[in-house]
């Protein structure tokens, strides 16, 4: 059982950077992938980005690849997304998920835990 939480979101204007996080309880931490997913207001929730179980594989969607960094430190049990460049069509509730059997995915159905979501706002 993993149990997630993230924080760092808020409003912010474009052009500007935001860090998430995502803390998980539980002592098999480093044994799950990692992933960010995002959902907008009307849509469906896309993959943003995502990181294996030691951190050496990285995976991002071509609309943030460049502007966002996906990490972990296994040892604090908490997964980063860095966000810079941030534009208005990065708006959405971000939430952290996490996929058993170390190898990670971009399939928002591969994941098994999920946060309970953090606002991104980014006015123009």
Do not use: H
Not at 6 to 32: D, K
Not at 45 to 73: C, H, L, M, P, Q
Not at 86 to 95: F, H, I, N, R, S
Request: glycine share 10%; charged share 15%.
């Amino acid at each position: 059982q993993v149990q997630l939480v993230e924080s760092g979101g808020g409003l912010v204007q474009a052009g500007t950077s935001l860090r998430l996080f995502c803390a998980a309880s539980g002592r098999t931490f480093s044994s799950y992938a990692m992933g960010w997913f995002r959902q907008a207001p009307g849509k469906e929730g896309e993959f943003v980005a995502a990181i294996n179980w030691i951190g050496r594989g990285t995976y991002y969607a071509d609309s943030v690849k460049g502007r966002f960094t996906i990490s972990r430190d296994n040892a604090k049990n908490t997964v980063y997304l860095q966000m810079n460049s941030l534009k208005p069509e990065d708006t959405a509730v971000y939430y952290c998920a996490a996929k058993s059997n170390f190898a990670s995915s971009t399939r928002l159905m591969d994941y098994d835990y999920w946060g309970q979501g953090t606002q991104v706002t980014v006015s123009s």
